[in-house]
């Protein structure tokens, strides 16, 4: 049936061709004249003479072809056609049927008959044409609906026979966007077995999926769980990349904040591919410790920032202090939470966390109980050029931020780190090693006394996170737009990855659990090559890797290591109520050295002395060793 629609839909705008129109008239009409005179052979036992049949056919076979050009009835099958236009059939109708009779007449004598066979040719022929057109524009009605439907709706199997793939269905019912064909199962099923009237499909291998494409005409593949994506990465998904079916991800429930479900489905994205199962994590405990509280924010319009921002906005908070130098940015995260949370109180604060007297405005104004601090310069090759911005904005800025925390009784700073500290090989990694060294000093001291207050110092070390601003993500993402070629620095080079809602909910968790002075480390499963996730974001987008798009490398940028660590392993570190989450074991420095060290790097930054801040850097973080870098020869 598709097959036979597909055929129709080139003439559909065109009303049909019109050539195959008027020789489909002059067959009807013929037929007609044929079926007059088997009436009254019938009904009267009217001879059936050869010569008169042929004779009387032909003349309708011709008066009904020049009848019909001159009256241009081919023309008028459109399903907007006027009565007028309609009252050419009759005139083609009776004229051919008068027609005939004179020829008839002429040539062999008038017939009793004759009179009664004229007036059933006009009456079927009539008849006839009238009903052609009815079916024409049955027809049409037909396919140009099914024109709609292929084009304004993607025909869509549901991943999975759950109660969550059922209620899907449910919802996506009277979808504007999306047909239902049915659902789609692994393994072996009961044949025509189905769930609220929508047959149920299996596959076992890449032929199957290949077949439901063609005999189903599937455009995508909806997966309703985060889950059914993690478990059919490596097989259904990927058959869907090799059959050209697109893969579909519902969002959860409580996702849905207008309940239409339809709008919210996207693409599945490398994002939701972390190449090993998602860190869960209990939100109840969360909410509890942030609820009513008025929370702040740096680097509140970053990736991690504002994601931090979205999650929290929904816990119940009593303020939330956004604070970050970038305007628009900030601008836009503010009408996104606005329209989101209208009811919850928003306060954007435009500044730099190297300014201590803006920050000592914004905590002496609005007093937070609770700071995530993510404001940071987090580019490698970047920093690597420009190591004074590094310092002052990791290093000197983390230090005014944790002293204003002290200064105004905030209950927990949250400092958000990253596993380039470990082991550092560049300036970038290297400063938020020694924001860390600052921070965790500046808990000791007050564990022991030294520095009066009451705020909890807790550091989150992860690593890189998909789809953060300037990460390979978005960068891969643009390069296929583009066609290619898509750009790694190394064929070997390894990175951790999580999402950035995934890691805002360890950063959470953490501060949840933590009772002060501590360094959580995330264990983030495998680290997975960047070549491969280049490849597998190419075959995302439904094409092929080194055929329709290259994969080029370009050599390891400066500060640039093939393999980082985040010291998640049981001799370095220790357990918490979280399997997934540790405490990393570190070397503790002495505040006043701490704070002297900070100064003097924040001096060195300002006066742009490069080469004393930088040795000054390695001789506070003797495991600084610089790699592809200019700063190679400082540590020789």
Known sequence: MSLILKHLQSYTDRYLSTKIVFMVDILVSVLASLLSMLLIHMLTQYPMVRVDTILWIGSSFVFSAILFYVFKTFTIIIRHSTLKQLVRFVYVALFKSLLMAVTFW??????????????????????????????????????????????????????????????????????????IIGFLAYGQGVPKRTILDKKIYHFFYQEDLDTLKKRLEVDAILYVTDGDVMNEQERLITFSQNAGIKSLIAPSIDELVDGKLSQHIRNIEIEDLLMRPEIKISMDEIVEN?????????????????????????????ELVLYDNAETPMHNLRLELEEKYPNLSFIPVIGDVRL????????????????????????VPLMEENPCEAVLVNVAGTHFVADKCLEYDVEK?????????????????????????????????????????????VTTRFGNVLG????????????IAKGGPVTVTHPEITRF???????????????????????????????????????????????IPDEDIKVQYTGLRPGEKLYEEVLANNENTL?????????????????????????ELERLSREVEIPQMVRLMKQVVPEFISQNSRFEELDK
């Not at 509280?293 to 929904?314: F, H, Y």
């Open 290 to 318: 942030f609820q009513g509280k008025t929370i702040m924010v740096t680097g509140a319009a970053g990736s991690i920032g504002s994601e931090l921002c979205r999650q929290l906005a929904g816990f119940g908070v009593k």
């Open 575 to 599: 357990p918490t109520s979280h399997t997934r989450i540790r405490i990393a074991k570190v070397r503790e420095y002495d505040y006043d050295d701490a704070l002297s060290y900070v100064n």
């Open 468 to 479: 953060s601003n300037g990460s390979v993500i978005p960068r891969f993402r643009e390069q």
């Open 413 to 457: 700073m949250v400092m958000v780190s990253t596993d380039k500290a470990v082991n550092p090989t560049n300036v970038m990694g290297c400063t938020k090693r020694l924001a860390e060294i600052y921070v965790q000093s500046l808990g000791l001291a007050l564990e022991s006394g030294k520095v009066k207050g009451r705020t909890k110092f």
């Open 497 to 543: 990855f999580m999402t950035i809602p995934e890691a805002c909910r360890l950063v959470m968790e953490a501060a949840t659990i933590s009772t002060g002075n501590q360094i959580f480390v995330f264990d983030m499963g495998e680290s997975v090559k960047i070549d491969d996730l280049a490849r597998r974001m190419i075959r995302l987008a439904g094409f």
């Open 356 to 379: 201590p007297a803006r920050l000592d405005y914004a905590f002496r104004k609005w007093r937070p109980q609770v700071v995530f601090h993510a404001a940071a310069y987090k580019h």
């Open 106 to 179: 002429s040539i062999l004598n008038f017939d009793r008959y004759l009179v009664t066979m004229v007036i059933v040719d006009f009456l079927l022929t009539l008849s006839m044409l009238l009903i052609l057109r009815l079916a024409m524009i049955l027809v049409y009605d037909t396919v140009k609906q099914q024109q709609k439907l292929r084009y304004e709706h993607e025909r869509v199997l549901i991943y999975g026979l759950g109660d969550k793939s059922v209620a899907a269905l449910q919802r996506l019912q009277n979808s504007r966007h999306y047909y």
